[in-house]
């Protein structure tokens, strides 16, 4: 063999390695003053993000500005644009208020047509490009070690005003790294309606610190003096199939309607764990390296 031919090789055989292994999962674990408690797993793969919820998994594929709603609990699915999702919703949610405004009494009609105007409006979901206000972060100068982690703690101000809320930030891991963050942004911006408890995700401080490091906790207010507290749990770096950022074979499309209604007559979910492939039936396929995530963090 010629030294030119085994030096690409050699380059072929590193680069596919890398690629294997360009994938990250991220558990995190939620809890607040009022007693509820949840995990979120998210598994990142350049411009492919999933994120597993409860009851819902989201996948963003921020290259085509698709989304796509599995419910393993159903096995269904929907996929589309986040303004079709919003859109399908709001006609829906129409539809139920008017139905409503038919058999409501005199005295509630109005209230039932305010809120219909305003579900016309562009309050109920503003555009994407929506001007939002400055949010800044700012390192505080203190240094906590949490796990495993070097952290740098940030402040964060809304136009000037210092917030309640902090943000922990290590730079020793860096999930994001080859993810297109203004895409994800404005993903996630379009998705999710502006409110003073997601505003702080949707700026371009804080996609700055998802493409430079990690967040290892947070601490934010929610209304009603609601205080939530998430942390790291584990990240790994490790190979993911693709499949995984796809609905099962066996699962099969249905409309926001019929998902609406399943989910209406579902039972309500109990506590939910971090992803763990043991002995799930969810259609997904297995990982070759279980062991990544496989141990449950221990309370």
Request: aromatic residues 10%; charged residues 20%.
């Amino acid at each position: 063999m010629q030294k030119g031919s085994f030096y690409i090789l050699v380059l072929l055989g590193v680069f596919l390695h890398q690629s294997l292994f360009a994938g990250w999962v991220v558990i995190e674990e939620s809890h607040d003053n009022l007693g509820n408690h949840r995990f979120q797993t998210t598994f990142i793969q350049q411009n492919m993000v999933r994120i597993d919820g409860n009851t819902t998994i989201s996948i963003l594929n921020l290259n085509k500005g698709e989304l796509t709603l599995i419910f393993p609990q159903h096995r269904i699915f929907w996929k589309g644009t986040p303004r079709e999702l919003k859109h399908q919703t709001n006609q829906l949610m129409k539809q139920q208020l008017q139905m409503l405004l038919l058999r409501a009494p005199v005295n509630q009609k109005d209230t039932l047509r305010k809120i219909i105007r305003k579900m016309d409006s562009s309050d109920m979901f503003p555009d994407s490009s929506a001007a939002v206000p400055v949010v800044q972060f700012q390192k505080t100068g203190k240094v906590q070690q949490i796990g495993d982690f070097k952290t740098f703690e940030y402040s964060i101000r809304l136009d000037s005003v210092l917030l309640k809320e902090t943000l922990w930030v290590t730079f020793d891991k860096k999930p994001y790294g080859e993810t297109d963050v203004s895409k994800l942004l404005l993903f996630t911006r379009s998705m999710n309606p502006q409110s003073r408890e997601n505003m702080i995700s949707h700026t371009s401080g804080y996609a700055n610190l998802l493409k430079s490091g990690l967040i290892v906790k947070s601490i934010v207010y929610l209304p009603q003096g609601v205080k939530q507290i998430t942390q790291l749990k584990k990240v790994k770096q490790m190979a993911i199939s693709p499949e995984l950022f796809m609905p099962p074979k066996s699962y099969r499309p249905a409309s926001i309607e019929e998902i609406m209604q399943l989910d209406m007559n579902a039972p309500v979910p109990g506590k939910n764990n971090p992803w763990d492939d043991q002995n799930n039936d969810d259609g997904f396929p297995s990982f070759p390296e279980k062991s990544v995530v496989k141990k449950q963090p221990k309370f």
